[in-house]
């Protein structure tokens, strides 16, 4: 079984975020989709919260698993017995944080390998930070989110 990870805060996932889901299935036969805690990053969303929106964003894409982890990646990846991380890339500033990610990562363990994918033009301008500021100010972002992540984030009293 070829499987990958897909890890990152996710804080809260996006129709972005879900194009690389998407799309890596079609290379791997199981993503693991690591929810970093990241408590330094302050996110909005509690990680029970962020983890319960991308459960029910990808419950009918197959070869899905969502973990939650608060450790190096590569340890991560250890535990999970496989050497492939997948990363998405929207802009050339992404390009070059995640290029010294995978780096870093190669020169913890050999072995690794980063594979990037870039969402389609529809999604490349989509963040989980644009989405958080819309839901801030009380913006519409109902089209940057699965209608299931958007459903929940509506139903939380804290957002209005």
């Known amino acids: 079984m070829k499987k990958a990870i897909y890890s990152g805060t ?14 890596a299935r079609k290379v791997f036969d199981q993503i693991i989709i690591a929810v970093a805690i990241s408590e ?3 996110p909005m969303f509690s990680i029970e919260q962020r983890v319960k929106f991308i459960k029910s964003a990808t419950k009918n894409i197959k070869g899905i698993k ?21 990363r998405g890339l929207r802009a050339v500033s992404d390009f070059e944080y995640e290029l010294q990610m995978g780096y870093a990562n190669h ?10 994918f870039m969402p389609t ?12 500021e819309l839901i801030k100010f009380n913006g519409n972002y ?16 804290i957002f209005r």
């Open 10 to 23: 996710f804080d809260p996932i996006t129709n972005g975020h879900l194009d690389i889901i998407k799309r």
């Open 40 to 42: 330094a990053k302050k």
């Open 66 to 86: 969502v973990v939650a982890f608060d450790t190096l990646l590569v340890d991560f990846a250890k535990e999970y017995k496989t050497n492939n991380i997948i």
């Open 107 to 116: 020169s913890l363990n050999k072995n690794l390998e980063t594979i990037y």
């Open 121 to 132: 033009l529809k999604n490349a301008f989509i963040s989980s930070s644009i989405v958080r």
């Open 142 to 157: 109902k089209h940057l989110v699965h209608k299931k992540v958007y459903q929940q984030i509506q139903n939380k009293a």
